[in-house]
């Protein structure tokens, strides 16, 4: 049965300071909510929140209406964790990984070999279920351990870095799993560092900073509300480049380097005045992505003038 995640109000500290504040989300059937934000920004704590690992000190969770606080074995068999480390057992087959692990819900997991054999056709481990997970390439331990994770048939799913270390082909093949578990009504909640995968899977991205949600919505809203329509590229061997920073500066416009490169958020009235200013400087413009956004956050980027900030606030 399709369920909703609502969380308000979440609160989590360590040693005095507080790492998850006051963090409002929602994961709904059939979508998936990107975490996003640097490390430290409080992604990994807001999950084990989530998935009862460890308990907030304030805040309510609700899965279809129900609590987490007062119903937390009942809510716990219709979740699916799959963490960053490995927890494969390396004593057991790949099909034993998936028969041992459902042995430990209760209910029991109805119909078991239909489902090992149903997972295993699924992610493609035919080849492997007898073998030992220690002969998979990291791709297909990744596969085998979501597999583990949805042998319950969880409502909601939450995968931390999911395709941390695989290779290109591999990540796009662990896309295409969590892209199909959407379209089946599951409700995912993933956290990534990579920019790719978030704007590709996220239907819906939170974006935390300092444990605080700092915009939420569609990837390519929270772009325009947070860089605006357009971001400037100025060679790092450019002959005014000094003069771009000292404008963008004055101008309030955030700035991150890269390579040397120089790069500007702007909006399309930022773009004209620029244009206007540095009539004869060489530059590219192209559209925002959210690696743009994550340089900005984990760089501590020129801060928005108070009049952008507030604008964020108002629409995130």
């Known amino acids: 049965m399709p369920t909703e995640l609502v969380a308000t109000g979440l609160v989590k500290s360590y040693d005095g300071r507080r790492v998850v504040n006051e963090l409002d989300l929602s994961a709904r059937p059939g979508a998936v909510l990107g975490l996003l934000g640097p490390n430290g920004a409080g992604k990994t704590t807001t999950l084990r929140m989530l998935y009862g690992l460890i308990e907030p000190d304030?805040?309510?969770?609700?899965?279809?209406?129900?609590?987490?606080?007062?119903?937390?074995?009942?809510?716990?068999?219709?979740?699916?964790?799959?963490?960053?480390?490995?927890?494969?057992?390396?004593?057991?087959?790949?099909?034993?990984?998936?028969?041992?692990?459902?042995?430990?819900?209760?209910?029991k997991v109805d119909d078991i070999d239909a489902r090992v054999e149903e997972l295993i056709t699924r992610f493609g481990l035919t080849a492997y279920a007898n073998a030992s997970p220690r002969t998979l390439s990291g791709g297909y331990k990744q596969r085998l351990l979501i597999a583990r994770s949805m042998i319950h048939r969880p409502n909601v799913l939450f995968l931390d870095e999911p395709?941390?270390?695989?290779?290109?082909?591999?990540?796009?093949?662990?896309?295409?799993?969590?892209?199909?578990?959407?379209?089946?009504?599951?409700?995912?909640?993933?956290?990534?560092h990579y920019m790719e995968e978030a704007e590709r899977l996220s239907d819906d991205l939170l974006v935390l900073s300092e444990g605080?949600?700092?915009?939420?919505?569609?990837?390519?809203?929270?772009?325009?509300?947070?860089?605006?329509?357009?971001?400037?590229?100025?060679?790092?061997?450019?002959?005014?480049?000094?003069?771009?920073?000292?404008?963008?500066?004055?101008?309030?416009?955030?700035?991150?380097?890269?390579?040397?490169?120089?790069?500007?958020?702007?909006?399309?009235?930022?773009?004209?005045?620029?244009?206007?200013?540095?009539?004869?400087?060489?530059?590219?413009?192209?559209?925002?992505?959210?690696?743009?956004?994550?340089?900005?956050?984990?760089?501590g980027a020129h801060a928005a003038p108070a009049s952008e900030t507030k604008r964020l606030e108002a629409t995130s």
């Open 212 to 299: 605080k949600a700092i915009a939420s919505g569609a990837p390519k809203d929270i772009l325009g509300r947070m860089l605006g329509d357009h971001v400037v590229v100025v060679r790092g061997d450019a002959p005014e480049r000094a003069r771009v920073e000292a404008w963008a500066g004055e101008q309030g416009h955030r700035t991150t380097r890269v390579l040397g490169e120089l790069r500007m958020p702007v909006s399309r009235e930022g773009l004209a005045a620029f244009t206007a200013s540095f009539e004869t400087l060489p530059f590219s413009v192209r559209d925002p992505n959210l690696d743009d956004l994550f340089l900005v956050l984990a760089r």
């Open 163 to 192: 395709t941390t270390g695989l290779d290109p082909s591999a990540r796009v093949e662990v896309w295409e799993l969590i892209d199909a578990m959407r379209t089946e009504g599951l409700a995912v909640v993933l956290t990534t």
């Open 58 to 107: 304030a805040g309510e969770i609700l899965y279809g209406g129900a609590s987490l606080a007062a119903q937390r074995t009942e809510i716990r068999r219709t979740i699916g964790v799959c963490t960053q480390q490995d927890t494969l057992d390396y004593d057991f087959s790949v099909a034993q990984n998936l028969r041992v692990y459902a042995s430990y819900f209760r209910p």
